[in-house]
């Protein structure tokens, strides 16, 4: 096995760190500054608990990770970056085809700093939010998927300021600065991303947030990861290899939900699974709802002129950029995008690169209707007649073309007064939210589930589902 990490330093890395000791001692003095907003703004509980965590420690091995109970303050959280791809060429817009960067290009620098800075914030954001949610966690496994997320969001963090500190000198050592000053929810120094503002309460959000915040992370890396600024590319590689599990907490935590409320449906007598202490597959739709239409705001304007600029640049491409498409210039296609007029959709075409958010968030919807088809396999499997769908791309939008209208979940256009009467049919209520809250007890027994989700259908690598993932003496 080539070594080509150094674990030893006090920050493990694969960037050569020990040979560039101003860069290294500015690193170092960000970690304590780092320390400190993981023990203030990090998870506020199970701190002191040894808990079995996976940790990167060479991303050019197939076997990239290592598992054991550690203490999350003692996380060794290092800087990596996905291997170089020889001749590596940029993938898309106006120099298409000819060698990546491997420094700032000076005309392009600030687009890179604000692409890397709009990433970076949510990071450490999503722990922030995630804050309090240890308290009540379903089982000592789910626990431990929480800490897992929480520690590698992290360790994005720590990704994207290496970028920061590496590239763009003394501006970039503001921006890793201000990555740690902000704070999700703050009046005055908000996260940057709306999204990112709100607290994550309970754990069908989390499941919700890791199924489809994150698989909406997942989609803005595929696309850095087509950047012509090799270093950006590679971190966003690496990246994309942890988040994969992110998006599988998501999707099978809801399965299990959706499994559990199904077997609770068939229980009661009256077919109310609320009565049972769990939660309820209309609810279910509703908090899918929101989130789905939450999350595909965060991909932008359907006609953007920034994403075109981002395109051209060779900065940002499209999902699987040079495995997909032949024209990487594109500019000389239109793409059909519905426009509202008069109440009425209108088709329009619009230039390719002005509608680079928008094929992203197709990309990005046709993933979320895979996952829906693997829930409703499972409420199939369980002998439920209900079906989970996700709601249209117009539905309850409150950025680009649609926000400001009003649309059912199948995307017809409809009154202010029919959705004002029907909203409460699609969007969780107050009510809802306080009943799912009030089942948030934790369940702390190894091999124990809370009884509103079913248990997982196996454990982590070869430990079993009644394994200590979490030790509490
Ligand atoms: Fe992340
Ligand atoms: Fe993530």
Redesign the pocket.
Known sequence: MILDVDRQERIPNNVDLSSDWRLRRALESWQPKFLDWWKTQGPAHFGRNEIYLRTAVNPRATDWARYGHVRMPEYRWGIFLAPAEKGRTISCGDDAGKPVWHEVPGDRRNLIRRLIVTQAD??PA?VEQQRQLGASAPSLYDLRSLCQINV??AR?LWSMVYLLHRYFGRDGREEAHDLLARQSGHEETPRLLDAFNQPCADWLSFFCFTCFT?RD?AFQLGALAESGFDPLSRTARF?LQE?AY?LSVGERGIERILRRSAQLTRLDPNGDARAQGGIDLPTLQKYINHWFAYCVDLFGSEVSSNAALYFAAGLKGRWDEALRYDDHVAVKTTVGVAHIENDAIVGREVPLRMAMNELLRRDYAADCRRVVGQWNDALAHEGSDFRIKLPHLRFYRRQGLYSGHYFDPDGHVISRCEWKRRRNDWLPTDADRAFVQQLMVPCLEPGQMANWIAAPSRGIGDAGIDFEYVRIP
Do not use: V
């Open positions: 949510c990071e999503s590698e969001e994005h994150d992370a990246m988040e992110h």
